[in-house]
């Protein structure tokens, strides 16, 4: 007969869980402290790189979409203005594929990446960004951000000599990816829970866990809302008298969860999209990487054909007009509405397969703009329609619900807005999950770089 095992004695009440004595023993180890320390020191020269590196996207993108226009007589950019760049950036980006270590980063249209970025792929993650998005890439700095942020911790240990392990290196890739997207989503708060969810802490169990918590507090605080608003009653809050937002009614709530599910499945199909363009990259990267690079630029200069407006609000990656957008979206006309995103979205797909950038801020100007088109929509509002259009579209790009909307709500800035946020991320993200999920991201070979010469055939 076997001997039975132990039983573990359940805390007794009133006692803390063992995990508090875990982490507490943990935090006594003088390894870990020093860890610590070093994540701190390292953030400090990462970010002030990452700034710098976004200053020069910002000053490449203003230099060649807006000064050279201006200089040459233009108030906005020629509808041809986007063809050069782009034929420029595509074989830029298709060199830097084929020469350098690490491919300039990983595909955008496999969403972003934990991390595994080397000291060797930092020069052409930052050449091919280059490259990319102030060329007119439809695609965010995000994704490289982290790839220069997990390789500059890397370069730092080895600089200060410490010795290299498979712990180390995890945990100070992750850090230095986070101290380098910190900068531009403004707040520690979303890189580190986006860094969480990217590196699948918890597994599916984390899924499982925070969908239904996520769905049932974003219920809960509509039914609250509602509620206070409708009797009048007061109850205990949290509340220290700063300017309320519009309470939501039922039109906002069942319109943001129908537009959830359209946004989601669109993105859904954008996103498999990217992904068979970048199968067909694989097969012929550098005339196929021009020739998607070109798709995107033509797609732009047909919307300002169409519509008389600057080519830019399809090309790059929508952050600097996604502010307009919000704040004055009466300024767009239906027909330039629907337009940008037909040709966005078709640019988004062709870029995200070839070029080399992130998926965040497209894919949130995509929704926003859905959210303004929608808003005349009876019983929704401008606000909560566009809130709710960019969580499900973030939703629906990056699959990662929970980090999307502490991105939204911090973006929108306004607390009354966060339960439509919340359920139009969970819904879109539940719509993508049941979809096909279409091809998966293609591996280069190793002869994709350089086909091998021939043997001779003299003797």
Same mark, same amino acid.
């Given at each position: 007969?076997?001997?039975?095992?132990? =039983?573990?004695?359940?805390?007794?009440?009133?006692?803390?869980?063992?995990?508090?004595?875990?982490?507490?023993?943990? +935090?006594?180890?003088?390894?870990?402290?020093? #860890?610590?320390?070093?994540?701190?020191?390292?953030?400090?020269?990462?970010?002030?790189?990452?700034? /710098? *590196?976004?200053? +020069?996207?910002?000053?490449?993108?203003?230099?060649?979409?807006?000064?050279?226009?201006?200089?040459?007589? @233009?108030?906005?950019?020629? /509808? /041809? /203005?986007?063809?050069?760049?782009?034929?420029?950036?595509?074989?830029?980006?298709?060199?830097?594929?084929?020469?350098?270590?690490?491919?300039?980063?990983?595909?955008?249209?496999?969403?972003?990446?934990?991390?595994?970025?080397?000291?060797?792929?930092?020069?052409?993650?930052?050449?091919?960004?280059?490259?990319?998005?102030?060329?007119?890439?439809?695609?965010?700095?995000?994704?490289?951000?982290?790839?220069?942020?997990?390789?500059?911790?890397?370069?730092?240990?080895?600089?200060?000599?410490?010795?290299?392990?498979?712990?180390?290196?995890?945990?100070?890739?992750?850090?230095?990816?986070?101290?380098?997207?910190?900068?531009?989503?403004?707040?520690?708060?979303?890189?580190?829970?986006?860094?969480?969810?990217?590196?699948?802490?918890?597994?599916?169990?984390?899924?499982?866990?925070?969908?239904?918590?996520?769905?049932?507090?974003?219920?809960?605080?509509?039914?609250?809302?509602? *509620?206070?608003? @409708? #009797?009048?009653?007061?109850?205990?809050?949290?509340?220290?008298?700063?300017?309320?937002?519009?309470? &939501?009614?039922?039109?906002?709530? =069942?319109?943001?969860?129908?537009?959830?599910?359209?946004?989601?499945?669109?993105?859904?199909?954008?996103?498999?999209?990217?992904?068979?363009?970048?199968?067909?990259?694989?097969?012929?990267?550098?005339?196929? #990487?021009?020739?998607?690079?070109?798709?995107?630029?033509?797609?732009?200069? +047909?919307?300002?054909?169409?519509?008389?407006?600057?080519?830019?609000?399809?090309?790059?990656?929508?952050?600097?007009?996604?502010?307009?957008?919000?704040?004055?979206?009466?300024? @767009?006309?239906?027909?330039?509405?629907?337009?940008?995103?037909?040709?966005?979205?078709?640019?988004?797909?062709?870029?995200?397969?070839?070029?080399?950038?992130?998926?965040?801020?497209?894919?949130? *100007?995509?929704?926003?703009?859905?959210?303004?088109?929608?808003?005349?929509?009876?019983?929704?509002?401008?606000?909560?329609?566009?809130?709710?259009?960019?969580?499900?579209?973030?939703?629906?790009? &990056?699959?990662?619900?929970?980090?999307?909307?502490? +991105?939204?709500?911090?973006?929108?800035?306004?607390?009354?807005?966060?339960?439509?946020?919340?359920?139009?991320?969970?819904?879109? *993200?539940? #719509?993508?999950?049941?979809?096909?999920?279409?091809?998966?991201?293609?591996?280069?070979?190793?002869?994709?770089?350089?086909?091998?010469?021939?043997?001779?055939?003299?003797?």
């Amino acid at each position: 007969m076997t001997e039975p095992k132990p =039983v573990q004695a359940e805390p007794a009440p009133g006692d803390q869980p063992r995990e508090a004595e875990q982490l507490r023993d943990m +935090l006594r180890q003088p390894a870990y402290r020093w #860890t610590l320390v070093f994540c701190g020191l390292i953030g400090i020269p990462v970010s002030l790189v990452a700034f /710098w *590196f976004l200053v +020069l996207l910002h000053e490449l993108e203003r230099l060649i979409w807006v000064d050279w226009p201006h200089h040459l007589g @233009w108030s906005n950019p020629p /509808w /041809w /203005w986007p063809l050069p760049p782009a034929l420029v950036s595509g074989a830029v980006v298709a060199l830097v594929v084929l020469r350098f270590p690490g491919r300039g980063g990983h595909v955008p249209a496999g969403g972003l990446q934990p991390g595994g970025t080397s000291k060797a792929a930092v020069p052409g993650v930052v050449l091919a960004a280059l490259a990319s998005l102030p060329l007119g890439a439809v695609l965010g700095p995000e994704a490289p951000l982290i790839a220069l942020g997990g390789g500059l911790a890397l370069m730092f240990r080895d600089l200060v000599r410490v010795p290299a392990t498979e712990a180390n290196t995890a945990l100070l890739g992750a850090a230095g990816a986070a101290s380098a997207i910190s900068v531009i989503f403004g707040s520690p708060l979303v890189a580190a829970v986006l860094l969480m969810e990217v590196s699948g802490v918890g597994g599916p169990q984390l899924f499982a866990v925070m969908l239904p918590v996520l769905l049932a507090g974003g219920i809960g605080a509509i039914v609250f809302t509602g *509620f206070g608003h @409708w #009797t009048g009653l007061k109850t205990g809050s949290l509340e220290i008298g700063l300017p309320a937002p519009s309470v &939501l009614d039922a039109g906002d709530v =069942v319109w943001s969860v129908l537009m959830a599910v359209v946004i989601g499945a669109a993105i859904h199909w954008i996103i498999v999209g990217g992904r068979i363009a970048a199968r067909l990259v694989v097969a012929h990267p550098l005339r196929n #990487t021009v020739l998607c690079a070109l798709g995107a630029a033509v797609c732009a200069a +047909l919307y300002a054909v169409l519509t008389g407006r600057s080519p830019s609000d399809v090309a790059l990656s929508g952050q600097s007009i996604l502010g307009q957008l919000a704040t004055d979206p009466h300024a @767009w006309s239906v027909g330039s509405l629907v337009a940008v995103l037909v040709f966005k979205g078709v640019a988004y797909a062709l870029c995200l397969g070839s070029l080399r950038g992130g998926p965040v801020f497209p894919a949130l *100007f995509l929704g926003g703009a859905t959210g303004a088109l929608l808003a005349p929509l009876p019983g929704l509002g401008v606000v909560p329609g566009v809130a709710a259009g960019m969580a499900a579209s973030s939703a629906a790009a &990056l699959r990662l619900p929970v980090s999307c909307v502490v +991105l939204v709500v911090l973006m929108v800035g306004n607390s009354g807005t966060v339960p439509v946020i919340v359920l139009a991320a969970v819904v879109s *993200f539940v #719509t993508t999950e049941l979809l096909s999920q279409g091809p998966g991201i293609p591996v280069f070979s190793d002869g994709a770089r350089r086909a091998p010469r021939p043997a001779s055939s003299r003797p």
